[in-house]
Nanobody, 111 residues
Framework: QVQLVESGGGLVQAGGSLRLACAAS????????MAWYRQAPGKARELVAISGYLGTTLYLNAVKSRFTVSRDNNTTTLYLQMNNLKPEDTAIYYCNVLEVWGQGTQVTVSS
């Protein structure tokens, strides 16, 4: 059974950085795409970044050049490095693998 646990969220000022982590367990993920989503208050959940199992990455236009997704297949951990954070990045960030969701981690960016 796949389980995902996110961590690393918090309160940061605009322009600051955070690094999110998603610890995955239950199977190997070396042949699986892994993704970060976010949901802001009153808005739909949106795809932020994908880490493809072949090494490709895909980003939401709004976060390109500021966010970097990476993964460690040895520790089955997915990361999201977020730099130059903006107030509009405030949301709950979720990890998604094989249609399983983590519990989310809150990111709040103050202006």
């Amino acid at each position: 059974q796949v389980q995902l646990v996110e961590s690393g969220g918090g309160l940061v000022q605009a322009g600051g950085s955070l690094r999110l982590a998603c610890a995955a367990s239950g199977r190997s993920f070396s042949d699986t795409n892994m993704a970060w989503y976010r949901q802001a208050p009153g808005k739909a959940r949106e795809l932020v970044a994908i880490s493809g199992y072949l090494g490709t990455t895909l980003y939401l236009n709004a976060v390109k050049s500021r966010f970097t997704v990476s993964r460690d297949n040895n520790t089955t951990t997915l990361y999201l490095q977020m730099n130059n954070l903006k107030p509009e990045d405030t949301a709950i960030y979720y990890c998604n693998v094989l249609e399983v969701w983590g519990q989310g981690t809150q990111v709040t960016v103050s202006s």
